[in-house]
């Protein structure tokens, strides 16, 4: 059927593309691993339909079909999950970027020793210093 | 800013202790906060969390310094990032936390640095619910009961109160800490590192003025879900 050679051809092009991607550490060895089975299974799969349907009744659920929608649901899951995941790991990211760009500013506009200058020697201050008008203070 | 206020006679005692405060669009009250703060702590830091209504300009005519996120980051993210500043003076050895709206009382703070001094524990903890000693609206005792029980469940730190942003800490705390929470949830991150790090802390009744400003500008309740979610994750990421 040509449903059968679209499907293939989509299974062997997409785990392809995973599989011969540039040679990596270790940490990707496994994710390309899962996608050689994953294609194995899915050309059997496709080639034979009627071999889900028997793994599903084995299992009590009446269709082929049935079974992959279930696994599709829960593998759906596990994939938001896991994207959740990266996302909240990117934006910790995002936050120390920011804040060491908050801190440096800071650090340029001198806002620390400005804050500290008087605990060097506050007697010596309290005879001395004049009072800088309020626009000289803040004006950045 | 003028020298005067810097020095003025009976903030000498506190001049190790930095006061942080994260601030998000609170211009109308800011300036006031920080100028009653730095009355007995005179250093502040208050941390810009990307305002738009120049809390920053406030905040600093009234003599805090003023840290800049260049984006909306959050509250927890804001709180951290005072923290890190703080520690860039080698002077200082207590920090406090401190809401910008107002809600918090400076005796409040002052008593519970000095409990700092006189004890050994790493951190004194604002309770509201000790003594009685503020009355929240009905609905907002509700929903803290709750996120006590959840707090004492994921973070096995009992409190009496467990989101209040009134502490105070020793710089040995703070320099052993990263919040990461970037946003509300840090309350119960606070607590979990508390914890973990296996502190010693006391909690003391403190004071919150449920002003009209501050009720508008609270949490919505539905963002405990939020949070709760977050926390739950969190040993994922």
């Known amino acids: 059927m040509i449903i059968q050679i679209l499907l293939i051809a989509g299974v062997i092009g997409v785990s392809s593309v995973v599989m011969l991607g540039r040679p990596s550490h270790v940490g990707r060895a496994g994710r390309k ?26 299992v009590g659920v009446g269709r082929g079909a049935d079974l992959l929608l279930y696994l599709l649901v829960i593998v759906f899951l596990f994939f938001a999950l896991h994207v959740y995941v990266l996302f909240k790991k990117q934006e910790r990211v995002i936050v120390r970027l920011a804040r060491a760009m908050a801190l440096q500013e800071a650090s340029s506009r001198g806002v620390m020793s400005e804050a500290t200058i008087a605990d060097l020697a506050p007697s010596a201050i309290v005879v001395s210093a004049p009072v800088p008008p309020a626009s000289a203070a803040d004006g950045r | 800013m003028t020298v005067t206020q810097l020095i003025a006679a009976d903030t000498l005692e506190n001049i190790d202790v930095w006061v942080v405060m994260p601030m998000f669009n609170e211009g109308s009250v800011v300036g006031d906060v920080v100028r009653r703060v730095r009355q007995t702590f005179p250093h502040v830091v208050c941390v810009d969390d990307g305002s738009t209504d120049g809390s920053a300009a406030a905040a600093a005519a009234a003599g805090a310094a003023v840290v800049r996120h260049p984006i909306n980051l959050g509250q927890g993210a804001a709180l951290q990032t005072g923290i890190s500043f703080a520690l860039t003076d080698p002077s200082v050895r207590y ?12 005796d409040d703070a002052l008593r519970m640095v000095r409990l700092l001094r006189d004890s050994d524990h790493d951190l004194i903890l604002g309770s509201r619910f000790l003594d009685g000693a503020a009355q929240p609206p009905a609905g907002k005792r509700a929903l803290l009961r709750a996120a006590r029980a959840f707090n004492a469940l994921t973070t096995g730190l009992k409190l009496t109160d467990a989101h209040n942003g009134l502490r105070a800490f020793t710089v040995k705390f703070a320099a052993s800490i990263e919040i990461t929470m970037p946003d509300m949830a840090h309350a119960s991150e606070f607590n979990y590192l508390i914890k973990s790090g296996g502190f010693s802390y006391d909690e003391v009744p403190v004071h919150i003025d449920y002003t009209e400003y501050s009720k508008a500008k609270g949490q919505s309740a539905f963002n405990a879900i939020n949070i709760a979610f977050d926390i739950l994750l969190r040993g994922r990421s």
Do not use: C, E, K
Request: a negative charge.
């Open chain 2, 95 to 106: 920090l406090v936390t401190f809401d910008s709206d107002g809600q918090h009382r400076v």
């Open chain 1, 33 to 58: 691993a899962f996608f050689a089975l994953f294609a194995v299974f899915a050309v059997v799969a496709v080639a034979d339909p009627g071999l889900t349907t028997d793994v599903a009744n084995a």
